[in-house]
């Protein structure tokens, strides 16, 4: 049944994440923007204290600037896709098994699996409401993400509650 669900592409995500781009204003939003960090000016060689300081400083940064350069790959990869398949009224996800039968959707830059922004661009191509219990496991969710994940699910669905106005605020987008 997970490979019946059917998703598209949530347009106003994609619209935001686009208006960002376009602004330069990733960084707020946690998408990978490849700038690199510039290498500290290289001193003498014959001072070795401060000459092994800057290798190892050099090293880290060439390290940062290629983890950014292949985030920000992955990033434009995403949106990409977003972009290709933001007209489809309903896409599937394949998946496969593994020996734990754990399932994983097949190679594709967006998945359910995706990192944030990725699952940010999906949304269920059908509503369902939410039922009876629904409404309380969507506000642990909302508590979860808010980085309310260590405290009883009684004092998550506390803080959704508590902070329903600036919630609703954000939503809106003021």
Do not use: M
């Amino acid at each position: 049944k997970v490979q019946d669900t059917g998703y598209r592409i949530n347009q106003y995500v994609l619209d935001v994440v686009e208006a960002l781009e376009e602004q330069g204003c990733q960084e707020s939003a946690n998408i990978p923007n490849g700038v690199a960090l510039e290498l500290p000016e290289k001193p003498d060689y014959r001072d070795t204290k401060a000459y092994q300081r800057w290798k190892l400083e050099s090293v880290y940064i060439n390290e940062s600037n290629e983890a950014k350069k292949s985030k920000r790959r992955a990033f434009l990869n995403q949106l990409s896709t977003a972009r290709q398949w933001k007209n489809y009224e309903a896409f599937y996800f394949p998946c496969y098994v593994d020996w734990r039968w754990r399932l994983y959707p097949i190679g594709q830059p967006i998945t359910p699996q995706s990192d944030s922004v990725g699952k940010a661009f999906l949304e269920f191509s059908e509503s369902k409401p939410l039922g009876t219990n629904g409404a309380r496991w969507l506000a642990i969710h909302g508590a979860n993400v808010f980085g309310n994940d260590k405290v009883s699910l009684v004092d998550r669905e506390q803080w959704v509650v508590d902070n329903s106005d600036a919630i609703y605020h954000i939503l809106q987008g003021s």
